[in-house]
Every structure is written in structure tokens, then in C-alpha cells.
């Protein structure tokens, strides 16, 4: 496994770190809760880290399967055209993901000030954003095609999934050492990330669109 592996993969995970539920939800919670804050925003990305990195374990497992059946087919020329034309649809789609002029946007919210609404706010965080992870399953896939023993994949999905919840931490961390001087600065964030959340589908849609792209262009 070269570096470049490493390279493309903390790149896709970085992509991942511009969840906008992620930060939507933390915000949230440190804006309206303060007692119960630190155990409240663990619980949801512990549950969301949890979640994803058991789905990384699935489809590794079950990648490896599927490609060990189907090898064959995948360096058939008509594979890589598909694979092409859907790197073109994505990244010229993304020029068209409609901007949400909603100043107040959408969000997550937990209904009660349980640790188990916090868990089922995580869960539902999954199940949203799973369907369209594009950049963790372009990083499953290298991962895969690259044939790697359980003991290398297992902790770089591990450290994966830490660099997808990092900004949450850090905006937490950051809360905690200025407290109530950067109140204005997270209200202003969120209002952004509340208005302007396709705009992380729209950058996420391109970039994996060209990565498709130059991928299979060797190929054809």
C-alpha cells in the first residue's frame, strides 16, 4: 500500500468533515445546552462513529466478496465507461444542487433532554447521511481494491471516522476555553451551515465526480 493510498483516503475524510448535520447538531447543542453539554455531544458522535464504522466493517467484508466473484467485470471497458459517465453526471449535477434560501434551514433536533433522544439523533444523522456518503465509499473502495489484511483497514476506518467528528470536538474544545465570547461567533456559523448545507453536497459531488473521472480514464 502506497502513500498515495494514505493521501486519497485522508482527503476523502476531510471531505467528510464538512457534514453539515454533524456541526448542525454540536452547534445546536452547545447553544441550548450547557448543563449536561459534554456527555450530551459525545453520546451523538460516539453513536454516529459507532454507526459508520460498523457500515466501513460491512461493506469491506462484504466488498472483498463481491469483487473476488465479480473481478473480471470490473476491467471490462463497458464497467469503465459506466463508472465514467456517472463521474461526468456527478460533477456536472453539482453545478445544479439548488441553494437553500432558507435562512433558517433545516436541522436536527432532540425532542427531550435524554441521552437516548441525543442517540436516536445520531441514528437518524446515519441513516441521512449514510445513502450519501460518497466520499467513505470511495475510501472502502480503495481500501478494497487494494486487498489489504483486516489488522491494516480496521484502524485506518477507525481513524477515518475520528477525523469525520474532529471539527464537532474542536468546536466544543473552542466553546470550552472562550465560553460566552465566541456565542456570536456559533450563532453566526450555524445560520451558515443552516442556509448554505448543499453547498458541502454540491463541493462533495464534484470532486468525487472528477475522481471517477481520472480514475477510469487509464481504463477505456
Known amino acids: 500500500m502506497g502513500v498515495d493510498i494514505f493521501i486519497y483516503i485522508g482527503g476523502f475524510a476531510l471531505l467528510d468533515t464538512l457534514s453539515p448535520t454533524i456541526i448542525g447538531v454540536t452547534l445546536y447543542l452547545i447553544l441550548t445546552d450547557n448543563q449536561r453539554l459534554t456527555s450530551r455531544l459525545f453520546s451523538y458522535l460516539l453513536t454516529v462513529a459507532i454507526l ?36 461526468i453526471i456527478l460533477f456536472v449535477a453539482s453545478f445544479f444542487v439548488p441553494t437553500n434560501k432558507n435562512k433558517k434551514g433545516t436541522m436536527l433536533k432532540p425532542k427531550t433532554q435524554s441521552l ?6 445520531g441514528l437518524i444523522t446515519f441513516l441521512i447521511e449514510s445513502g450519501t456518503a460518497l466520499p467513505y465509499f470511495a475510501a472502502i473502495g480503495l481500501l478494497t481494491t487494494n486487498n489489504l489484511p483486516y489488522y491494516y483497514w480496521l484502524p485506518i476506518i477507525a481513524a477515518y471516522n475520528i477525523i469525520m467528528i474532529l471539527p464537532a470536538i474542536l468546536i466544543l474544545l473552542c466553546y470550552k476555553l472562550f465560553g460566552r465570547w465566541g456565542n456570536s461567533a456559533l450563532v453566526n456559523l450555524q445560520q451558515k451551515i ?17 475522481i471517477l473521472i481520472f480514475y477510469t480514464v487509464d481504463y477505456l
Not at 437516548?116 to 439523533?121: A, G, N, R
Open 194 to 210: 443552516s442556509s448554505s448545507s448543499n453547498s458541502a453536497l454540491s463541493w462533495i459531488m464534484s470532486i468525487v465526480g472528477l
Open 116 to 121: 437516548l433522544s441525543i442517540v436516536f439523533i
Open 52 to 87: 459508520y464504522f460498523s457500515l466501513g466493517i460491512i461493506m469491506m467484508l462484504s466488498l472483498n466478496y463481491i469483487l473476488e466473484m465479480f473481478s473480471d467485470l470490473f476491467q471490462n471497458k463497458i464497467i469503465s465507461w459506466l463508472l465514467l459517465i456517472i463521474g
